[in-house]
């Protein structure tokens, strides 16, 4: 069974700093992998797909990598703001959908 | 992007009671819609595969016929949570996709339903 899980759990940056958060899945027979955010209280927003036979996407201030030999995904945030805190999902896509357990996200002011 | 929504966003009922939620997919045809609880502090979990005009696909551990699923269009699927107790409390999430090929398109996410059961 697929297991994805993401670290690190917290993160708190100061606004203006660039940071990654990291998801790694277990079994790279995927279709694609999603990064979404998930503000409190709210669904879940979708931020970046990547599908299987891509390495990266680029959106704004975001670019998600996969490396599927590897089992991993990257998702860089360049010049982070307190708009951006927010607990970040990523989910592998099989033949159903594996959700990380979620990276929660602090950008101080 | 493509926009699902939910109805009602949330909702509060007396144990016993039944509760129905809507997903709509507004501007495409969802040939697959799948519907998620997240109990607080925890990851969204997968209930339930939704195939238009085909009986749901349920998750280990989740109960058919208590959490009754219905895909009756390609717009529109719906959620009863029959006979509702406290611990069916969470926030309810639908996704609407379609398939191409054998992969799965990009999801899309509804807002979200927030069930309280008193």
């Known amino acids: 069974k697929q297991e994805v899980t993401q670290i690190p759990a917290a993160l708190s940056v100061p606004e203006g700093e660039n940071l990654v958060l990291n998801c790694s899945f277990t079994d790279s027979a995927i279709y694609n992998l999603q990064w979404f955010r998930q503000d409190p209280g709210k669904g879940l927003t979708s931020l970046l797909l990547i599908q299987s036979s891509q390495r990266e996407q680029t959106s704004g201030r975001l670019n998600a990598s996969l490396d599927k030999s590897s089992g991993r995904s990257t998702l860089y945030i360049a010049a982070s703001q307190p708009g951006d805190s927010a607990t970040y999902l990523c989910a592998a896509t099989g033949n159903q959908f594996y959700f990380g357990t979620g990276t929660s996200l602090t950008v101080i002011p | 992007g493509a926009v699902v929504s939910q109805h009602p966003s949330w909702v509060i009922c007396k144990s016993g009671t039944s509760v129905k939620i809507e997903c709509r997919s507004l501007d495409f045809q969802a040939t697959t819609m799948f519907w998620y609880r997240q109990f607080p502090k925890q990851s969204l979990m997968l209930m339930a595969t939704s195939n238009e005009g085909s009986k749901a696909t349920y998750e280990q551990g989740v109960e058919k016929d208590k959490f009754l699923i219905n895909h009756a269009s390609l717009t529109l699927s719906t959620l009863t949570v029959t006979s509702a107790h406290p611990e069916d409390s969470s926030f309810y999430i639908c996704?609407?996709?379609?398939?191409?090929?054998?992969?799965?398109?990009?999801?899309?996410f509804g807002p979200g339903t927030r069930l309280t059961v008193l």
């Open positions: 996704s609407a996709s379609f398939r191409e090929g054998s992969s799965y398109n990009e999801q899309f």
